[in-house]
């Protein structure tokens, strides 16, 4: 599967941007879609993920209540919604998929073997 992700952009803290991540070559049908994070001198950290087929979503504590991950079937393309962004979130956000990923590796992008590029977010103060 090959992965797209685009939306990134510049807001002011408060602000909203929607990041997309579409498939191509393959559905996401039976995949774990993640995304993922990494600042400037900083590791890559998780962000967000779900589970295509049950629609569970998981969340790192830093976005919780502020980033909600979604999916379209018909577009075969996954969404993470970030509201009230603040300048911490500024990074460049990449979307990855794996196949089989178990609950305690979710958050490990170790785990995920297909990655899209980065789109980049950033977010004034």
């Known amino acids: 599967v090959q992965l797209q992700a685009s939306g990134g952009g510049l807001v002011q803290a408060g602000g909203s941007l929607r990041l997309s991540c579409a498939a191509s070559?393959?559905?996401?049908?039976?995949?774990?879609v993640g995304w993922f994070r990494q600042a400037p001198g900083k590791e890559r950290e998780f962000v967000a993920a779900i589970r295509w087929n049950s629609g569970h979503t998981y969340y790192a504590d830093s976005v919780k209540g502020r980033f909600t991950i979604s999916r379209d079937n018909a577009k075969n393309t996954v969404y993470l919604q970030m509201n009230c962004l603040e300048p911490e979130d500024t990074a460049a956000y990449y979307c990855a998929a794996s196949r089989t990923i178990i609950t305690s590796s979710i958050s490990s992008d170790v785990a995920y073997g297909y990655w899209g590029q980065g789109t980049q977010v950033t977010v004034s103060s």
């Open positions: 070559g393959s559905t996401f049908r039976n995949y774990v």
